[in-house]
């Protein structure tokens, strides 16, 4: 039987939406998130990275649609919130993008896991 995890879904959706648009602009994508890339190599890596893994994921979790599907994905998310308070600390990186970046990693973590509640 066919369950909906609308929240998850959204997250799902917003999977796509970052990989369009790594996939479609990537270098406003790399100047949004700090990255500076390195000629057409490192275009081509801001595309395959956040369009293609992205898109690969939203696809992924919105045919298979399943709660496990949502947390793994949620795990990455939350891994990368950890990460990110790591850095925090330890860089001495109190800067305000990477707070909203904790918010955001955090909260999209949260939206997939919703599926397993």
Do not use: C
């Amino acid at each position: 039987m066919f369950q909906p995890f609308p929240i998850a879904a959204a997250a799902a959706v917003l999977h796509l939406l970052i990989g369009l648009a790594g996939l479609l602009i990537p270098a406003r994508v790399a100047a949004e998130i700090s990255l500076q890339p390195l000629g057409k190599l490192g275009l081509s890596e801001i595309r395959a990275t956040f369009g293609g893994i992205f898109l690969g994921l939203g696809v992924a979790m919105l045919l298979l649609n399943t709660a496990d599907t949502y947390a793994v994905v949620a795990a990455g998310w939350f891994g990368a919130a950890i990460a990110r308070a790591v850095s925090i600390v330890v860089d001495r990186a109190p800067h305000p993008k990477n707070f909203g970046g904790l918010l955001i990693e955090a909260g999209v973590g949260a939206m997939l896991f919703s599926a397993k509640l």
